[in-house]
């Protein structure tokens, strides 16, 4: 794998993530990347990827950082509140999300004046780990349309899988060995052309965030070797909680609080 020399300033929170993300992956699982040279190299751009785990962030920001970019997440508020964590996001530039609420706003623009100054942002479009039973893409959220439509900027998915047997969704027991391998495959510039020219509408938002989760699908059907289901798992119509593990009962917070 060819490892592209960072663009931009680093700082110190980025240089603490550096030492202590790189041996904690490498560790934890062999990555293979494809197609990273299709991350650019310089400029604005958005990052789509899918999310099976909560280690997803850590394996797809060292691929990003191997590949010569410093990226900038669109994290859960929650990280930013926690006491070391929070001052290393916060100090590497990352972007809190109230989710679920009347602030986000902020976020979002956060995110656009990020892109206009040049930077990558990473966004998980389906706002959450995926609850379809297979851990395929579900149903994809707005928001990486919408800052594409008002920013202009490339949108690139990044497929990835392997890295849920490192550690399975909503779990907290890490599974290193015997030592597992993560693959990542970037595609190719999800093409939103024909949908930058003049206001934003519900329906281009609708048209882009269809073709966003079309292609981020099929960027891990490549990876898997499996076809993906026809209808894309929708959590509101399965009844499905959107945040938090779904698996988490009641009688299970009681059990934990005790």
């Given at each position: 794998m060819t490892v592209r020399k960072v663009v931009g300033r680093k700082g110190t929170a980025v240089r603490v993530a550096e030492v202590l993300?790189?041996?904690?992956?490498?560790?934890?699982?062999?990555?293979?990347?494809?197609?990273?040279?299709?991350?650019?190299?310089?400029?604005?751009?958005?990052?789509?990827?899918?999310?099976?785990?909560?280690?997803d962030p850590l394996i797809v920001a060292h691929m990003i950082y191997d590949h010569g970019r410093i990226p900038r997440f669109l994290a859960k508020e929650a990280l930013f509140e926690l006491p070391v964590l929070g001052r290393i996001v916060r100090g590497a530039g990352q972007i809190p999300v109230p989710r679920l609420t009347d602030h986000a706003r902020g976020a979002y623009?956060?995110?656009?004046?990020?892109l206009h100054a040049g930077e990558l942002l990473v966004f998980y479009p389906e706002g959450s780990i995926t609850r379809?039973?297979?851990?395929?893409?579900?149903?994809?959220?707005s928001g990486a349309a919408r800052l594409a439509l008002e920013s202009?900027?490339?949108?690139?998915?990044?497929?990835?899988?392997?890295?849920?047997e490192v550690l399975?969704?909503?779990?907290?027991?890490?599974?290193?060995?015997?030592?597992?391998?993560?693959t990542l495959k970037v595609g190719d510039p999800i093409d939103l052309a024909d949908l930058l020219e003049g206001e934003i509408t519900p329906e281009k938002v609708a048209?882009?965030?269809?073709?966003?989760?079309?292609?981020?699908?099929?960027?891990?059907?490549?990876?898997?070797?499996?076809?993906?289901?026809?209808?894309?798992?929708?959590?509101?119509?399965a009844g499905v909680a959107e945040i938090g593990?779904?698996?988490?009962?009641?009688?299970?917070?009681?059990?934990g609080k005790a």
């Open positions: 993300v790189k041996p904690t992956n490498r560790a934890l699982a062999r990555r293979v990347d494809i197609d990273g040279e299709k991350i650019p190299a310089i400029g604005g751009c958005i990052i789509v990827a899918n999310h099976v785990t909560k280690i623009d956060a995110a656009v004046r990020a379809d039973p297979n851990l395929w893409p579900m149903r994809g959220k202009g900027a490339p949108v690139i998915p990044v497929g990835h899988w392997g890295d849920q399975a969704p909503y779990s907290s027991r890490l599974r290193p060995f015997p030592r597992k391998t993560v048209e882009a965030t269809a073709r966003i989760m079309a292609a981020l699908t099929q960027v891990v059907v490549d990876i898997r070797g499996e076809q993906a289901p026809v209808e894309r798992f929708d959590p509101k119509a593990n779904p698996k988490k009962t009641k009688k299970n917070d009681k059990k």
